[in-house]
């Protein structure tokens, strides 16, 4: 009886446990150094204010064609607080703007209104926003500057870390 479960434990191993078909794939990740703990510029906050092996693709090329970057002027972001209404702010490209009372201040560095990172870089699909997304630079005094992208259709991605405000982006501001 125990030879014939040894001997279905080894068949089954060999069928299921051992292909010979199988691509070996190494998951293990590439020493980057320090690891990162809850302290220091190697955390995760650190990777989102512009530290740390991530960049967020902010050292990424954006390219899009003349007439689709001169059809948007900055963009429109939401900032909400833990009381209130969100406010909506303009934010024109290379303008930093106040945003009300909270001591931030908002940058629009580049909007993208369909936006796509390929192994070029990044670009629009097209000249609609269709996929939005904006690179803004926000300021507090005593705090290091955040840099990264917001994306209108995936909030969740790479969002604004702060305890107390969140900034989402709303629309793209066009060009009169």
Not at 82 to 87: H, L, S
Not at 156 to 170: K, M, N, Q, R
Request: glycine share 12%; with cysteine; hydrophobic share 40%.
């Amino acid at each position: 009886m125990r030879s014939i479960l040894i001997l279905t434990l080894l068949t089954t191993l060999s069928l299921f446990g051992c292909g010979g078909n199988e691509t070996n794939t190494d998951l293990t990740p590439p020493a980057t150094g320090d690891v990162p703990s809850e302290e220091g510029p190697s955390n995760m906050m650190g990777a989102m204010m512009g530290g740390g092996e991530h960049d967020m693709g902010l050292n990424t090329d954006i390219t899009m064609a003349e007439e689709i970057a001169a059809a948007w002027r900055g963009a429109i972001i939401q900032v909400a607080g833990p009381e209130g209404e969100p406010q909506r702010y303009d934010l024109p490209f290379g303008e930093a703007v106040a945003l009300g009372d909270t001591g931030l201040k908002a940058t629009a560095l580049a909007f993208v209104p369909d936006f796509v990172m390929g192994e070029d870089g990044i670009t629009t699909r097209s000249a609609e926003a269709v996929n939005p997304a904006l690179r803004l630079r926000v300021t507090e005094e005593g705090k290091p500057d955040y840099e990264g992208w917001l994306f209108a259709a995936m909030p969740e991605i790479h969002p604004f870390p702060h305890d107390t405000y969140s900034i989402l982006l709303a629309d793209g501001l066009a060009a009169e």
